[in-house]
């Protein structure tokens, strides 16, 4: 029987041999390729790296949009700030005369109106002294009226001759003097006349009262200014 082979032995053995160099081949481009991709790998990061972030610019945000209707209302506006309150006057009570502190009219820290009766000074020794005023000035009018008379009679009787110059002048200057002391009277009624409202002390604005320095029945001095009887602050 005769055996045929398609491939000699030799040619067989010649293939087998070739196998190892292809491989190595193969194997050789691989490394290449790898080589190379992490070397371009390597160059993109560095070039990210150094060239920063991205500088395009962003698309612009739109702001949302409300519709309302226009509306007429009073704002009232609010300012926070540090500061000091200081009133706008600040007003020290005292008396214009001298005499005993009856009662007052309000109590500490209250709040008062201008012309509301704060303090009530005894008001009998102003009164006696207003009308003794007012006795002298009809006294005094009294004995003008008649020197006034003498004044003019004494002219005629000079115009006649039967007074002297002397007498006559006498008579005129008797009669201006009472004239005179009639005036003075009336001023000194009107000055007792304010005596005798000074002794109802009122306020003189509107504000808060501080403490009481002076309590009734101790005696008040007239413009005693280092010791006020009280203290209105206008607020």
Known sequence: MNIRFSNPPQATSAAHDDIPGHWHEKSRRR??????FVILLVAVLSWRLLSGPSTSPQAPVIPPVRVA??????????????????ALSTVQVTSLVTGQLLSTGFSEGQIVKSGQ????????P????LAQARAAMARDEANMTSALRDKARFAALAAQGAASAQQRDQ????ADADVATVQS?????????????YTTIRSPINGKTGAILIQPGNLVTANNTASP???ITQV
């Open 31 to 36: 490394r290449a390729l790898v080589a190379g």
């Open 69 to 86: 209707t226009v509306q007429e209302k009073h704002v009232q506006g609010f300012e926070h700030s540090i500061g000091t309150v200081v």
């Open 117 to 124: 009766v704060l303090f009530q000074i005894d008001p009998k």
């Open 126 to 129: 102003f009164a006696a002294a």
């Open 171 to 174: 008579a005129v200057a008797t």
């Open 185 to 197: 009277d009336k001023a000194a009624i009107q000055t007792a006349e304010l005596n005798l409202g």
């Open 229 to 231: 009887l009280d203290t």
